[in-house]
């Protein structure tokens, strides 16, 4: 006998989808304070270059990920401005870095992360509220 896969609903698809993005961008943000101190100690820059274009690529697909759990998943349009803004910062700290602005790109940085990681617990908070 067949088994059929039930096709997942929209109104748990989408605010899936937005938990793993954020989820991701979390995670490469972490990824690149790891790479940055080997960046410091051992002269490593080929990973850390590597790990800021994955992580504006997690940024954007956060950005991504808003927008569509917002305008057809009908989700709230508030992670897009964070993710927005995300996107925004994660810019800066690309030129910052390009032009080895250390004493604002560390900082930003730190600040990126801890926005990243607040943003997952809100998402994960919204997810116990609903079950």
């Not at 992360?113 to 919204?126: I, K, P, V, Y």
Request: net charge positive; no cysteine; glycine share 8%.
């Amino acid at each position: 006998m067949a088994t059929q896969s039930v096709p997942q609903s929209r109104s748990t698809f989408y605010p899936a989808f937005v938990r793993t993005a954020v989820a991701a961008q979390t995670l490469t943000l972490f990824l690149q304070a790891a790479t940055a101190g080997l960046l410091l100690s051992h002269h490593l820059s080929v990973l850390h270059a590597v790990g800021a274009r994955v992580m504006y690529g997690a940024a954007m697909l956060y950005v991504l990920a808003a927008v569509v759990a917002w305008r057809p998943g009908g989700g709230s349009p508030k992670p897009i401005v964070h993710g927005a803004t995300f996107l925004v910062l994660a810019s800066v700290q690309v030129v910052l870095g390009v032009t080895h602005t250390l004493s604002l790109h560390v900082p930003l940085g730190v600040l990126m992360f801890a926005m990243s990681f607040h943003q997952l617990g809100r998402e994960l908070a919204a997810r116990r509220r609903v079950r």
